[in-house]
Every structure is written in C-alpha cells, then in structure tokens.
C-alpha cells in the first residue's frame, strides 16, 4: 500500500513537472516571436509568409488607395549594400528595366576589384555612398581617425575611378548601438552623410518570397521607406517583386543625393 502511494505521488511530481516544461518552451516561443513582430502582428506575419510571391505582389496592387493625393509624399529610397560584386550588372539591369534607381553603398576593397561595375553606377546616376573599408567594427572603430581614413579612403577611391565624389556613407551594421559617439562626430564634422535605415529584408538570411513578404510587412503603414538589402543571389530574384510591391503602394522610388535630409538613428528621424 505504502509502495503505491509512493508511485502515485512520484507520478503526480513527473506530471507537473512535465506541464512546466511544455509551459515553458511553449512561452519561450511566444515571447521570441513576439520580440521580433510585436504581439498583436504575429498572426498578420504568418499570414504573409504563407503566400506567393505572385500572390503578395497582387495583393499590394489591390491595396492601393486610388483617391486624389494617394502618392503624395510617399517615398522609398532602396540601398544596396556591400557592393560591387558579381551581381551588380544584373542589379542595374532590373533597375534599368523598371526605371527605377536606387543607392548603392560600397565597399572600398570591392570598388578597386570592380572598377567597371563602379563606373557603370555612377553613369546610370544611381544613388552612390560608402560603407568602409573593413567592415569590421573592432578594426573601423578603433579610434575616430581610423572610422574618418576609412570613409577618407573609400571617397578617394571612388573618385579615382569615375571622377565623383559622393559624401554619403552607410556604418556597417548601422549607426546605433556600435558607432562611438567620437566616431559618429567625427564623420559629421567632415560633412559625412549617414544614412542608416528602417526596413531591414533580412535578405542575408531569407528565401526570395520572404524577401519580398518582409517588404510588405515591415513596409506598411510608412510614409518613408529607406529598404536594406545586399548584393546576394537571393536579393537579386527578390529585386523586381520589391519594386512591384513599393510601387504598387504607391511610392516614389528614388536614389538618394546629398540634398537628401539624411535619415539615421543618430537624428532619430528614422
Ligand atoms: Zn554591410
């Protein structure tokens, strides 16, 4: 009698515990996928990940408001970082094809190996700006003269293959949190323009459909979009349904210049 007691008890402890454990990893999941999409969005996201990429893009076309004044003011500056590489050509093709442009931030070491691809940037007039040297922020932030020689050296190079110059630069993993303030001061006070961005594809690490569903869901509700994607095989298939999907909403796609207010976390108008 005492033995079975004993067991019933013993079951009874493995059962809670058990029960805390599915408890647990259940509400670990939650509060991950709420951290990345916010509560009540959830269940909107896993409804756009579901669908096509024809779907999605036909979906934004129906969303678009026909009324007078529908565009006013609604622009999307799409950055390409990391560049150039071998995708560039093609990049600028679908850009060239859905006469659009947009802002390529470049990578100085890339710039000497693809002098061509720089040059074809520059007399397409797309955007052009500045992404470092070493994209490593131990080596870019050792000091704040290294981050200014850095974007120093990039503008040299850039000037030397096509005869610009740009002052426009984009920190490597963005301007907050890593940039040290005598960094970010030191770019500005040499007239640096930072640009950083508030629609992030998470291209690295997404299929082609997600690129493009990420656009739709970060993207909604914005009246500025400064989109971030990188030069990858990937981002390339996503290019045209990104542009579909921008223009379907009713946006103005355009490079940026250095007339451009620049947008960044620094200025908080992001
Ligand atoms: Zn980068």
Redesign the pocket.
Known sequence: MKRKSNHFILAIIIGLILSLVVLGVEFLIKEESNERYGNRDSEIYKVIQMKTLTELIYEASSQIYKGPGANEGKIAYITI??GPSKYTNQILDILDRNNVKATF?M?DGNMKKRPNEVERIALDGQGVGF?SVS?DIRVLYKTPEITLEEFDTCKETYKNITGKESKLI?L??GSKPYTPENSYKILVDNNYLMWDWNLDTEDWRATTDKIVSNVLYYGRNRSNLVVLI?EKEQSVKALEGVIKVLKNRGYVILPIDENTQPLNYWSENL
């Open positions: 970082d990391d931030f990578l992404h994209h984009r490597p993993y990188h």
